[in-house]
Every structure is written in structure tokens, then in C-alpha cells.
T-cell receptor, first 114, second 111 residues
Framework: DAGVTQSPTHLIKTRGQHVTLRCSPI?????VSWYQQVLGQGPQFIFQ???????GRGNFPDRFSARQFPNYSSELNVNALLLGDSALYLC?????????????FGPGTRLTVT | TQLLEQSPQFLSIQEGENLTVYCNSS?????LQWYRQEPGEGPVLLVT?????EVKKLKRLTFQFGDARKDSSLHITAAQPGDTGLYLC???????????FGTGTQLKVEL
């Protein structure tokens, strides 16, 4: 069975631009969470979506937004990119909306903002 | 803001040595998870500890949750090169819809 997939693997953007990252959860999983991992640090929670509704939001500015589609895939959008947005963006899927369900992480999208 | 501090930040040891990684917080968590992350991959769950004082063993890895559910430790016996990676603890808050990750411990085990 396929694990969590994310696209693209890497991308380079310029300050002020917009970026869209995509995530496909494991088949049967209804929850997707997004995390930002800056080099040398642990991941930080951005959003969780369950059954297409936002269930949690971390301490990130409004430039960050996300949505979940009827097939449970998800997009993370970041507007007006800053140099500090350079990071590995991780997507995790789980069966349910609670962390009592194991979360499975994808390989991440490496975003570089120049 | 809930913070999970891990120590040490970096650890480089020889094959066969023992080591302990610590995860400390001033906050109480309903449960705590440990992950290992390798370069180019996402974190992989190793264990979840739920009860204060709980000890879980996974082959050569021993995990302990503090009595007050604020801290945890990971002990590796006879480390092997395959244990190399970034070890992350993560606390689960009440309501349980997000993980608060620790600062990470980068472990390198050399032959």
C-alpha cells in the first residue's frame, strides 16, 4: 500500500511569491495534518483537517492556509513568502481526528525561499 | 506555549555504547510519543507512553514516562549504526488533535 505522498519534493521560490504544497493521505485515512520543520528543529504544527473541516490551527500567520478535498487529499498554501518560510513541510495522515490514532508522515516538501 | 526541551542536542558515540536521551517540559501531557526521523524522510512513530511512570521496551530501546507526565526518557542499549537518526519526542495535548514536538536529538553511531 502507498504511504503518504507529497508533492513537489523540492521547490525554490522568491520572496513575495505564493506556493501550494500537496498531500495525499494513506487510503482510508480521513485526517491530514501539516507541520513545518526548520533545519535542526522539531516539526511545528500548522493545521489539522478531518473530514474536510479544520480541527486545529497552530501559531502561524494568516499567510498560511489549507484545505482538504472530498477525496481527503490536502493543499497547504503560503502567500507573500518570507525567507523564514524556508523549511521542510511535512504532511501526516491518520484514520481519525484525534492523535490517539497513529499519524503517518510523508517525506516532506523542501521549500527554499530566496 | 508548551515547550519540550530535549537533551543532548547532538550525540556521537561508538557502536556498542549505551545512551539516554531526555525530553523535559513544564507542561503536563496526556501522552507522549517518540519518533525517529532519517534524512529525506518524515518521522516514524516508535512508541506512545500514556500512564505516568510507564516503561515500554522495544528491542534495545527503553522508553519511560515521568510520574508527573511532564518528562520522558529514551535509553538505547548497545547502539548500532542503524540507530543513527534524529530522535523526536512529541507531547499530545488534551483534545489530542495536534502534536507538540521537542527540539530533537541528533544521534550518530559510528563503527
Amino acid at each position: 500500500d502507498a504511504g503518504v505522498t507529497q508533492s513537489p519534493t523540492h521547490l525554490i521560490k522568491t520572496r513575495g511569491q505564493h506556493v501550494t504544497l500537496r498531500c495525499s493521505p494513506i487510503s482510508g485515512h480521513k485526517s491530514v495534518s501539516w507541520y513545518q520543520q526548520v533545519l535542526g528543529q522539531g516539526p511545528q504544527f500548522i493545521f489539522q483537517y478531518y473530514e474536510k473541516e479544520e480541527r486545529g490551527r497552530g501559531n502561524f500567520p494568516d499567510r498560511f492556509s489549507a484545505r482538504q478535498f472530498p477525496n481527503y487529499s490536502s493543499e497547504l498554501n503560503v502567500n507573500a513568502l518570507l525567507l523564514g518560510d524556508s523549511a521542510l513541510y511535512l504532511c501526516a495522515s491518520s484514520f481519525g481526528g484525534s492523535t490517539s490514532y497513529e499519524q503517518y508522515f510523508g517525506p516532506g516538501t523542501r521549500l527554499t525561499v530566496t | 506555549t508548551q515547550l519540550l526541551e530535549q537533551s543532548p542536542q547532538f550525540l556521537s558515540i561508538q557502536e556498542g555504547e549505551n545512551l539516554t536521551v531526555y525530553c523535559n517540559s513544564s507542561s503536563v501531557f496526556s501522552s507522549l510519543q517518540w519518533y525517529r526521523q532519517e534524512p529525506g524522510e518524515g518521522p516514524v512513530l516508535l512508541v506512545t507512553v500514556v500512564t505516568g511512570g510507564e516503561v515500554k521496551k522495544l528491542k534495545r530501546l527503553t522508553f519511560q514516562f515521568g510520574d508527573a507526565r511532564k518528562d520522558s526518557s529514551l535509553h538505547i542499549t548497545a547502539a548500532q549504526p542503524g540507530d543513527t537518526g534524529l530522535y523526536l519526542c512529541a507531547g499530545v495535548t488534551g483534545g489530542g488533535n495536534k502534536l507538540t514536538f521537542g527540539t530533537g536529538t541528533q544521534l550518530k553511531v559510528e563503527l
